[in-house]
């Protein structure tokens, strides 16, 4: 049997919205987010100012898809993000990377294109890595891979902690936390929200230098 | 609805229903064993080239296509294992008069689209019945994790030691920090040994840094080496089939036991499973493995259980790709190392495809701390379920790994494996475990009971030990100068087996006296009742012997 995208998605839908229970207001299919205005400022260029972090985004970040897997709107994933490097004193930088969705792979081709060689590259569904230049992809400066548990809060803080690790400080790590009961719930949302986002990845594209209005 | 019948709202309620469920979306692999994109079984062989493969021709073949018709197939059975009718090959799985030995010839000249047809034609029941028979190693044994949300070396050895002290023949750990890797390692090094001589440690992180812990001596196997049965999926990890395999060859050619790692959703959750059904993509992992030599595969979905869990039929392909690695002969850690369900009976279910027939891990990775520590995300089964495990295999006589073990047993291991850590630390000059650690280490329940230690001092010591060639024979020396002879005994003769290799054989591990088990000197050889692994006489009276049952003697 074959059955629509958008289907499978109302099954799942309604699956949360059982498990968030009846005091709750089921809010996340109602609310549409807006698309973010996003201004392409060309190829991304590597920058030479060592006072910099570099964040990426995947193809459809903002635009296709534009909140987390729970519920954070893009544009509030970036201003935590932006706030919390600021706060430290360094600048942020915004790039489209248009040839994957993995998100070590977004992570690090940020992290090349920084002029600290610092980079946060951030998936659809709120899956987060802090990475550095001159490690492997694989590897990672701190690694966020439950995307259910990356809230404003984190965010923020990951935010910070890029912008430490760019003033060559050596941060206490963001505090790692764990659900056992994530998988359960959302690995199959995950999947499903993961399709979706690889649809929009151009293979071998180069990475586009982003403006963005908050 | 205005108006809810009661027993609905009572069923809404039950934990099964947090679970996600999804219905079948073909188009992009969300189904588990039976696509209409899958393809049918094929083989062209022309002047001992395999020059097609599943109905394409070798010039279409993609990498992994290519890896799987160059080294797995074996052109001298392949026609004769060909022709044999799925149905038929699968009847061979489950009937006791065909001997494993038969069906492992056979298996190196089926096709991934042969293999799934076959296993499509199994039961859930049929499925144990040939787990049960062609599993490599007789014994069956168990994995666990060893992790906590602080990366708190004290309470990282001391949990080793319970879990070795428990049965666990192999502990595998990972971190919350990645840096703490080195300091991990350590701590199962020094913690397993001392909780049982000869347990199996590891250190799952990223691969280049894991071969160079375990050339160090810090680990003893190494299994989170990922397939993938896609190509895109395979190129995301910054890897092929051939790159694999020379990882695999680097961690032979010092001695090191490793598996590699993969299983059914992996490819749908990343994106790219070109509309194929989980298990097929599955047996391409399987056969990449058997291809590049590598002993053994830790399957059964693994960290991807939340995708074929929430179609119908994923559990039972779970068994399924089980079943497909042993019967090409190698070594299974068999999952149930993953939350899937908030359901406890759902939980027990998946878990019994693998406890009741027994296979070379039942679990490849029991957490060996309460989940809120697991750092995999989360087992199906954690410490607060010793008890329930325990009984399952006295109620219905299976070996799940696992023996009865005291309190006070408990205690001591776990406190002299802190102190010996302690010791460790203080002799390397890492930051130093204090003896109230120690304490609050061999009593904990896990990290809530438990201080925080201090974690960049802790990260620049750890980088400091490895910036300077540090290596398992220096812990082997500082516990030998602080008196723990045993422990460094232990610590010592697992790198010497490195030497010796014999523990690379298939589904290797070390018994008490240094002794390898494998599939070579414990084969498993079921040919129905009366053969093969049975739960009897001296082991069945340890596990038979709770401590909670009441004795009539005391009475």
């Known amino acids: 049997m074959q059955i629509s995208e958008e289907l499978v998605r109302q099954i799942i839908l309604d699956v949360l919205k059982q498990e968030q229970g009846e005091g709750k207001p089921a809010k996340r299919q109602d609310e549409q987010v807006p698309p973010l205005s996003f201004k392409e400022l060309g190829p991304a260029k590597t920058g030479t100012d060592r006072n910099e972090v570099v964040i990426g985004v995947p193809p459809a970040f903002g635009t296709h898809m534009t909140k987390t897997i729970i519920d954070i709107p893009h544009r509030e994933v970036l201003k935590e993000l932006f706030a919390g490097i600021e706060e430290e004193g360094v600048k942020a930088r915004l790039v489209r990377v248009n040839r994957t969705a993995d998100v070590g792979a977004v992570a690090h081709d940020a992290a090349v294109l920084s002029g600290s060689g610092i980079g946060i590259g951030i998936l659809c569904r709120g899956t987060t890595v802090i990475h550095q230049r001159d490690l492997e992809i694989l590897q990672n400066l701190e690694l966020f891979p439950q995307s259910p548990l990356v809230d404003k809060d984190a965010l923020r803080a990951i935010g910070r902690n890029a912008a430490k690790y760019a003033k060559g400080e050596h941060p206490s790590p963001v505090p790692t936390r764990n659900d056992p009961m994530a998988r359960p719930k959302y690995q199959g949302l995950a999947a499903l929200l993961h399709n979706k986002e690889t649809q929009y990845v151009k293979p071998g594209a180069p990475s586009t230098e982003l403006s963005v209005q908050l | ?555």
């Open chain 2, 1 to 555: 609805m205005a108006k809810r019948q009661k027993r609905f709202l009572v069923l809404a309620d039950r934990p099964v229903n947090k679970d996600g469920f999804i219905k079948e979306w073909i188009d992009v692999g969300l189904v588990a064993m039976d696509s209409p994109n899958d393809p049918k079984p094929s083989i062209k062989i022309e002047n001992g080239v395999v020059v097609e493969l599943d109905g394409k021709r070798r010039e279409d073949f993609d990498m992994i296509d290519t890896f799987i018709a160059d080294h797995c197939v074996d052109k001298s059975v392949a026609q004769e294992a060909m022709a044999i009718d799925s149905l038929k090959f699968a009847r061979m799985l489950v009937d006791i008069n065909c001997p494993r030995s038969e069906l492992v010839r056979l298996s190196v000249g089926l096709t991934p689209a042969k293999v799934v047809s076959i296993l499509r034609e199994l039961n859930v029941v049929e499925l144990m019945m040939a787990m049960q028979k062609l599993r490599s190693r007789k014994t069956p044994m168990n994995q666990a994790h060893v992790t906590n949300l602080k990366d708190s070396a004290p309470l990282l050895a001391a949990d080793a030691a319970e879990a070795a002290y428990r049965g666990f023949a192999e502990i595998e750990t990972t971190v919350g920090v990645v840096r703490y890797a080195p300091m991990n390692a350590m701590s199962l090094l020094v913690g397993g040994q001392t909780g049982r001589p000869g347990v199996l440690a590891q250190c799952a992180v990223e691969e280049a840094l894991e071969l160079s812990m375990g050339m160090r001596g810090l680990t003893h196997y190494a299994e989170t080496v990922s397939v993938y049965g896609t190509e895109q999926v395979f190129v995301d990890g910054d890897d092929t089939p051939w790159s694999k395999s020379f990882l695999a060859s680097a961690y032979a050619s010092r001695g090191l036991k490793m598996r590699y790692t993969s299983g059914t959703g992996s490819e749908v959750q990343m994106g790219y499973a070109e509309g194929k059904s989980m298990l097929y993509l599955e047996v391409r992992c399987i056969m990449v493995t058997k291809g590049a030599g590598v002993q053994g595969l830790q399957n059964g979905s693994i960290s991807c259980i939340g995708v074929p869990g929430s179609v119908p039929g994923g559990i039972k392909t779970v068994l399924a790709e089980n079943v497909a690695t042993v019967l090409m002969n190698l070594e299974v850690a068999s999952g149930n190392d993953q939350t899937f369900t908030h359901s406890i009976e759902r939980n027990t279910a998946r878990m019994l495809m693998q406890f009741l027939p027994g296979t070379d891990f039942i679990f490849s990775g029991y957490a060996a701390e309460p989940n809120y520590d697991n750092m995999f995300a989360g087992s199906t089964h954690d410490v607060d379920d010793y008890d329930d495990y325990l009984v399952l295999q006295r109620d219905l006589q299976v070996d799940g790994g696992l023996i009865p073990v005291t309190e006070e047993g408990v205690i001591a291991v776990r406190n002299k494996a802190a102190r010996a850590l302690q010791a460790v630390f203080d002799e390397l000059g890492l930051p130093a475990i204090t003896d109230e650690e120690v304490e609050l280490a061999t009593y904990a329940h896990g990290t809530k009971d438990i201080g925080d230690r201090n974690v960049p001092e802790d990260l620049r010591a750890i980088d400091e030990f490895m910036k300077r060639g540090g290596t398992g024979l220096d812990v082997v020396r500082a516990l030998a100068k602080r008196g723990f002879k045993d422990i460094a005994e232990s610590v010592l003769r697992m790198q010497i087996g490195k030497v010796a290799g014999d523990y690379l054989q298939t589904s290797a591990v070390y018994t008490e006296k240094f002794e390898v088990l494998s599939a070579i000197n414990d084969p498993n050889d079921y040919e129905g009742p009366g053969t093969g692994y049975r739960l009897q006489g001296e082991r069945w009276e340890k596990l038979k012997n709770i401590p909670q049952a009441i004795d009539p003697k005391d009475i």
